[in-house]
């Protein structure tokens, strides 16, 4: 069983930035993809930015550029840094942990964290 804790979220207004953590209850280098996902209300949930297990990144086009995903094994925290945020950026974000595979935006994640709201301004 893994365990994720997002923290990080807020209002912003366009062109803010925030940053999302979340700690993850055990070690997942070369164990784990670590994926952020969000939703807007009414809106599916969609796909953000992933790690695959050995470290390898992939963003949304929609957020290349502006979001960037990593993570400190250290401190089992992934990390979603989010510059020139605009307000279709509002949504909850999650983060999830699933079994490795790549392209990681494909795999499929059995555990998620509760989320945490971000809000962007015009």
């Known amino acids: 069983q893994v365990q994720l804790l997002e923290s990080g979220g807020g209002s912003v207004q366009t062109g803010g930035s925030l940053s999302l953590s979340c700690v993850v209850s055990?070690?997942?280098?070369?164990?784990?993809?670590m994926g952020w996902f969000r939703q807007a209300l009414g809106k599916e949930r969609e796909w953000v930015a992933c790690?695959?297990?050995?470290?390898?990144?992939s963003v949304q086009d929609s957020v290349k550029g502006r979001f960037r995903i990593s993570q400190d094994n250290a401190k089992n925290t992934l990390y979603l840094q989010m510059n020139s945020l605009q307000p279709e950026d509002t949504a909850i974000y999650y983060c999830?942990?699933?079994?490795?595979?790549?392209?990681?935006?494909?795999?499929?994640?059995?555990?998620w964290g509760q989320g945490t709201q971000v809000t962007v301004s015009s």
């Open positions: 999830a942990a699933g079994a490795p595979v790549w392209p990681c935006q494909r795999g499929s994640y059995n555990y």
């Open positions: 055990k070690p997942t280098y070369r164990t784990y993809s």
């Open positions: 790690i695959y297990s050995g470290g390898t990144t």
